[in-house]
């Protein structure tokens, strides 16, 4: 009876065991399988630190190339500033207009709507006040370039200088005749030179006149548009035409001695408004 009861004691003992051997593995097949995916898990994580890491460091080494650029930018924007601050006392300009240490009063609706990526405050701050510098010194710079050029231009149209090198010998006024000793008016200045010396125009202007005048010989008169007019005598032979331009300092005639004249030179004339004035203050400036 005992041996007939030892197969049956025996199937039920390893039914038992694999009872609870399948027990086990159902209790702990989720939990095993759960840290699993938590070392997965931690592992992506210390990837994606380090590849954080990497990002942060390529980031401050961007915001320090930045940094320096922007230093770079600002030591920049204060040589325009100093350029500024010299062509204003250059070109004699007034000094309260063309204030380059300060920033002119601007406005502006607030953009409300728009986004951008943050930067460090500071690195903000300088490119934004570099950027409203630079916005100032470029209107600056527009509008002294302006008056500049416009002054270059009045100064070109006003006569300045000789129109040949040397020395005068006789002034605007009243002299006494070469010819026959009568006291006369004279008109201009002579500026005695070797015949056929270049004579060069003293202002930019347009030729009104090239030819012979009784007196004066060959004549060239020059129109500079502001009421100025500068005539030209005695010359050997004339280079321009009437209605050509000229420029400052361009050769319009060769000296000579034709008309009433005892010698080869250049009598030199300014006029004004129609008037005939001394062109001594002229011949004595500079441009």
């Known amino acids: 009876m005992r041996w007939k009861l030892f197969p049956l004691v025996a199937v039920a003992v390893i039914g038992c065991i694999g009872l609870g051997a399948a027990l086990a593995m159902t209790v ?26 990497g990002v942060r460091q390529d980031a401050q080494r961007s915001i ?65 006040q570099l950027t409203r510098r630079f916005d100032t010194q470029q209107a600056q710079l527009s509008a002294l370039q302006s008056l500049l050029l416009d002054a270059k231009i009045e100064s070109n149209l006003k006569p300045t200088g000789m129109p040949v090198q040397g020395y005068i010998s006789s ?74 331009h000229v420029l400052v300092g361009q050769v319009i005639a060769k000296a000579g001695s034709t008309g009433r004249s005892t010698g080869p030179h250049v009598h030199f004339e300014v006029w004004y408004k129609g008037r005939v004035i001394n062109p001594l203050a002229f011949v004595r400036n500079h441009r």
């Open 64 to 128: 320090d190339a930045l940094a320096v650029k922007l230093g770079q930018l600002q030591a920049q924007s204060t040589r325009l500033d100093a350029l500024g601050e010299r062509l204003a006392e250059v070109g004699k300009l007034d000094a309260s207009e063309f204030d380059f240490g300060q920033q002119p009063a601007v406005g502006g609706i607030e953009d409300v709507g728009s986004t951008a990526y943050a930067l460090p405050q500071t690195l903000n701050n300088g490119i934004s």
């Open 171 to 244: 002034y605007f006024g009243v002299r006494t005749d070469p010819f026959d000793g009568h006291s006369e008016r004279h008109t201009g200045i002579d500026i005695p030179t070797a015949y056929g010396t270049p004579v060069h125009a003293v202002a930019e202007g347009m030729v009104t006149f090239a030819g012979v005048r009784r007196g004066y010989g060959n004549v060239v008169e020059i129109d500079h548009g502001n009421g100025y007019m500068t005539r030209y005598a005695h010359n050997s032979k004339l280079i321009v035409h009437p209605g050509q």
């Open 28 to 53: 702990s097949g989720p939990r095993d399988r759960a840290l699993s995916e938590i070392r997965d898990l931690q592992q992506q994580i210390r990837q994606q630190n380090a590849r954080l890491g």
